[in-house]
């Protein structure tokens, strides 16, 4: 079968610290006015007081949207987004582009390899560079998805189940059960610098929704990176009266020893849970290593689709899930073909969480939202990831080659 090459790669970036804020889209943080995912959530700078009331004050939105798009010569378009902005923009053009044009639409894994392979010695494994890796490769699979008339679901073997169930994270569960979610998860608000009573006020927040939402809906933290081993350890257990279901993310990526300690401290049965911010694949064998429950990569930021499911084949092994963070289609078409991803994450993006919108609102066009907190796979059921580009948004290409 004769597949066509790839006849150019561009990238275009929309709002950041150089374009318009409050654009949302690939970078979900850069949200107007006053909204739950930037309302005094703990974080590593809630220590200064300064930075304490808003991520934004210190900079969660200043990268914005980076979009990835890649043309084959029978002018079949592909396109993805991640975070990374303008800096992502110039990392794909400058540098990535030379190990995608001119090559089969087909040779994913030979362009990821040479990608991560060619950006070693200044990506750290993560970071600005990984997420524009991912771009390229997430494009790759919707440019081969399109040429091919196929969804990314039946690129990769096919669906283990008819339908993806969903939780909510978002600060209202109640409102999440109403919808049809199986659980919600909130963000801490409190950290180490405000002591124990920083632990009783999120315990009395979980309490407040255990009763709110009844016995069986499961109830999660997220901590943002924001807490040590002690301060995790204490909430964990304040919360367990509670029957917290999982407590996530508690320490920076690069301190896998807390994590053991906290697997090790954690009471009987609560899950300990991590890895957004972990940017590469050899990052998720140390978690799988020390036993994290659940691993939680980003598809947009540990190395695309490519390294998702190597990432998946890891945890199978050892009968870890993995649930990545929430990405919408990039992450749907993937972990429906995954046997161990029971459920999966939706990102509240709505200010109050009272309605469901898209998570990446306005840069996607037909981004399915959970219906009664599910997403059918006939949904998916679309060529490439199944989503257009809304080109009416301001996106500006910064660099060409
Ligand atoms: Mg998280």
């Not at 392979?117 to 560079?129: E, K, Q």
Request: aromatic share 10%; glycine share 10%.
């Amino acid at each position: 079968m004769n597949l066509p090459k790839i006849k150019e790669i561009r990238a275009y970036f929309m709002g950041g610290a150089t374009a318009e804020k409050g654009s949302g889209g690939g970078d979900y943080h850069d949200q107007k006015g006053s909204h739950w995912i930037d309302d005094h959530i703990a974080t590593p700078m809630s220590k200064y007081k300064e930075y304490e009331q808003s991520r934004q004050s210190f900079g969660i939105n200043v990268l914005g949207t980076l979009i990835v798009e890649a043309e084959a010569d029978n002018g079949v378009t592909g396109f993805a987004i991640s975070t990374g902005g303008e800096m992502g923009c110039f990392v794909v053009e400058k540098h990535l582009s030379r190990f995608v044009e001119g090559k089969c639409v087909s040779d994913i894994k030979l362009i990821h390899d040479q990608m991560l392979n060619a950006t070693w010695y200044y990506s750290g494994g993560g970071g600005i560079v990984m997420n524009a890796i991912s771009c390229v490769d997430n494009a790759l699979w919707d440019l081969y998805g399109r040429v091919l008339d196929l969804p990314v679901y039946k690129l990769l073997g096919g669906a283990v189940r008819d339908e993806i169930k969903f939780y909510a994270t978002g600060a209202r569960p109640d409102l999440a059960k109403e919808m049809g979610f199986i659980g919600g998860k909130m963000p801490t608000h409190w950290g180490p610098q405000d002591s124990d009573q920083g632990i009783a006020k999120d315990a009395a927040m979980v309490a407040e929704y255990r009763e709110k939402c009844g016995p069986d809906f499961w109830l999660m933290l997220d901590c943002w990176m924001s807490q040590d081993v002690n301060y995790a350890t204490k909430l964990a257990h304040a919360c367990a009266p509670y029957n917290l279901k999982w407590i996530e993310e508690c320490f920076p990526p690069q301190q896998y020893e807390s994590y053991r300690e906290l697997k090790r401290n954690a009471p009987k049965g609560m899950l300990v849970t991590t890895g957004e911010h972990h940017g590469n694949l050899e990052s998720f064998r140390m978690l799988s290593d020390i036993g994290v429950d659940i691993l939680q990569p980003d598809v947009s930021w540990c190395g695309g689709v490519t390294t998702l499911t190597e990432i998946a084949a890891i945890a199978k092994s050892r009968g870890q899930w993995v649930v990545p963070h929430g990405s919408s289609v990039y992450s749907h078409h993937v972990v429906i073909t995954f046997t161990n991803t029971p459920f999966s994450e939706f990102l509240m993006t709505s200010p109050d969480c009272a309605r469901l919108r898209p998570q990446f609102d306005p840069i996607l066009l037909n981004e399915p939202v959970p219906v009664n907190g599910k997403i059918h796979k006939t949904v998916l059921d679309r060529p490439g990831f199944g989503v257009e580009l809304n080109r009416t948004c301001k996106m500006k290409r910064a660099y060409t080659h």
